[in-house]
């Protein structure tokens, strides 16, 4: 229900996070305790760069998702999962990391009082992720071998000890994950007409995918997006067909070889008529650096990978395929940008040249900045 907007009730206009505002089509009731940190409303910026690329019948938009309290679009997921793990009178919740999710969980973990064991493969994960674990006061532990390894030990803990697993396996954060897709929906007044996002264990694509069905079920929307994922080359294994053993990237939030959603993303792509593909980390960097140098925006690696394969799609001609709609009216893409450059600033110091050092002297500084 929508509250009164009476000026004597200044509190109704105040944001509530996303399970306040979606409520309705979230298993919560009354009796569930709430931990937020106001997550969610994020912005959908027009990408000029993006839609001139594409040509004169697209537009593109860019939703930050690195602007959620811890920096990635995980918080939607954990704001659900911690709520539904304290409404069971959970004491610990426990996830496998490739460093956002222990980011999100340690954080939330801290509004609910309650205990968060976080497994990272060891030296694998970003320093402002490995950071915030560590901050917030989480249990971490670097497990010697990769995301998958670790995420098979605290499958194993979580089903036999009393702690709450908070990966996406935990339908609570893909129910929460979904928010994301109303948010485009309510912000464009209709749904895309493309969605391009990365895909590692491939819940937030579940998420997206089952949040635009629902909305359009509700009769909120007419239409659904063409789901288009994009996992890394060196670990692409819905593209390749199998698992991969050793993957490898430099997005380091995608650099799983065996995703626990692969069915449900398989399905996204199938049932709305998108498709899954790769990108190099060569492509990766590129739409990393165009992103920040062209729209201003700040990403991580693993969400340039949605731009990156935007790129890939146009540069075969993908969008100029696309008959224009009935109407002949402007078709809508939305790239999804799940997490914050900051989250990893030794990539973005390694991929321009460093500072030029110059003398302490007014000429010095004039002569390099060309006055
Ligand atoms: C978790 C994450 C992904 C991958 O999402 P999945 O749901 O695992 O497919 C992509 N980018 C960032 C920044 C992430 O944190």
């Known amino acids: 229900m929508r509250k009164s907007h009476k000026a004597t009730k200044p509190q109704s206009h105040k944001y509530k996070g996303v399970i306040e505002r979606y409520r309705q089509y ?7 305790p709430i931990v937020t940190l106001l997550e969610g409303n994020t912005p959908l910026i027009y990408s000029c760069y993006l839609s001139k690329t594409l040509g004169k019948n697209f537009e593109v938009y860019l939703k930050y998702e690195g602007l959620n309290p811890t920096g ?62 560590l901050i917030h006061n989480a249990q971490v532990l670097a497990v010697d071998g990769n995301f998958d390894d670790a995420l098979s030990l605290v499958r194993e803990i979580t089903e036999k000890y009393p702690i709450v697993l908070v990966n996406s396996l935990n339908p609570y954060r893909i129910e929460g994950q979904k928010t994301a897709s109303f948010e485009i929906c309510d912000c464009l007044g209709c749904a895309p007409d ?19 069905k629902l909305y359009y079920a509700k009769k909120k929307i007419t239409g659904l997006p063409k789901m288009l994922g994009f996992q890394a080359a060196g670990s692409a294994p819905i593209v390749r067909g199998h698992p991969i053993k050793n ?26 008529g998108g498709l899954i593909d790769m990108v190099s980390d060569k492509e990766i960097t590129q739409a990393y650096k165009i992103l920040a140098a062209r729209d201003g925006v700040f990403v991580e690696p693993a969400s340039a990978a949605s731009v990156a394969g935007l790129l890939k799609l146009s540069g075969k001609g993908y969008f100029k395929q696309r008959p224009r709609s009935s109407t002949g009216r402007t078709q809508r893409v939305v790239c999804i940008l799940t997490g914050h450059g900051l ?5 973005a110091i390694k991929s321009i040249k460093p500072p030029k050092t110059v003398k302490s002297n007014l000429k010095a500084v004039l002569k390099e900045i060309g006055y």
């Open 247 to 272: 993957p490898e990237t430099i997005a380091t939030a995608i650099r799983i070889g065996n995703p626990a959603s692969w069915k449900h993303a398989e399905q996204a792509r199938d049932e709305s």
């Open 343 to 347: 989250k990893d600033p030794d990539r």
């Open 194 to 212: 493309f969605q391009v996002m990365p895909v590692g264990n491939a819940g937030n694509i579940t998420a997206y995918w089952k949040g635009y």
């Open 72 to 133: 990635s679009f995980k918080d939607r997921g954990m704001t659900m999962a911690i709520s539904k793990a304290c409404e069971q009178k959970a004491k610990a919740v426990a996830c496998a990391s490739t460093g956002n999710t222990s980011a999100s969980a340690a954080a939330y973990s801290v509004r609910a009082g309650i205990k968060c064991i976080v497994l990272i493969p060891k030296g694998a994960i970003a320093l402002g992720k490995l950071s915030q674990a």
């Open 26 to 32: 979230l298993p919560v009731s009354s009796k569930t």
